[in-house]
């Protein structure tokens, strides 16, 4: 080990320098500078003294390293040089998925995402309120005030509706068939009330006729000879098409002037002829 001694302080300040892009940090002395071999050097070392080449010195403060002394730095900076950074892409707004905008509720500010496609329209049920409808056609007939609705009735099974002569002022609606046929709701209200007034002027006439079935059979009479022997559906066809019914089963031959006479008696429950 050399003997210590006193070193002026610029000989211990660290030396920083780049030298095939490797740091040398170390102590030195001052550039050109022949230092004797000590006492007790071999001294052969002595003859043969060592020239210290002149290295660049940089006094620096710890921790303020400039950046052309830094690798890191240099090395980064050259990268960039290289192959320059795309970029950074500017974030975009999330505020339409909220229902805000991206500035304080202004639909005007420029990192607002693109405003919505207008609402869409509520899709109208395919099937209307069958019941709600029979009802409403039924209530707005002539003389129609006394009669109801069963509805799903086991008397009719699968026919759309049905009346009994003799029971008159209920109807029998087969709700699963006007589910699958809703066009036919009005149209058969209005030919089951035809069957309706049938009952009503029988049921009127029974007590002047001597009993139900001695008026049935004078009905019988005179609508078959203006109908023919299926009268009791063709008029109440006939009376469906004189209240406005746009499809019938039946018929649609209503124009004799015998037809209408009987359907527009049946329409005001008065017995026809």
């Keep these: 080990m050399l003997p210590s001694r006193a070193r002026p302080l610029w000989a211990i300040l660290a030396a920083v320098t780049l030298t ?62 290289r192959e320059p950074l795309a ?27 693109p405003p919505a496609g207008p609402a869409p329209e509520p899709v109208e049920a395919l099937e209307p309120d069958v019941r709600a409808h029979a009802a409403q056609v039924l209530a707005s007939l002539p003389g129609a005030e006394r009669v109801e609705i069963a509805w799903d009735h086991p008397d009719i099974g699968n026919h759309l509706g049905g009346v009994r002569l003799d029971k008159p002022t209920v109807m029998m609606l087969n709700s699963r068939r006007f589910e699958a046929e809703p066009h036919r709701v009005a149209a058969t209200v209005k030919h089951e ?39 009791m559906e063709r008029s109440a066809d006939c009376v469906a098409l004189h209240l406005g019914a746009d499809w019938t089963n039946y018929t649609s031959e209503c124009s004799a002037p015998g037809q209408q006479a009987a359907v527009e008696a049946l329409v005001a429950l008065r017995f026809p002829g």
């Design 20 to 81: 095939g892009g490797v740091v040398v940090v170390g102590a030195g002395t001052a550039a050109g500078e022949h230092r004797s071999a000590p006492a007790g050097f071999p001294a052969r070392a002595a003859e043969h003294p060592v020239r210290v080449e002149p290295v660049a010195v940089r006094l620096v403060r710890a921790g303020e390293v400039a950046p052309e002394d830094n690798p890191g730095v240099l090395s980064a900076l050259a990268r960039a040089e």
């Design 87 to 113: 970029p950074l892409e500017p974030e975009r707004s999330t505020a339409g998925a909220t229902g805000t905008s991206g500035r304080d509720g202004d639909a005007s500010g420029a990192d607002a995402a």
């Design 193 to 231: 009330v035809g069957h309706f007034y049938q009952g009503a002027v029988i049921a009127a006439r029974a007590d002047a006729a001597g009993g139900w079935w001695n008026a049935y059979w004078e009905l019988d009479a005179v609508l078959g000879s203006a109908f023919g022997s299926t009268w």
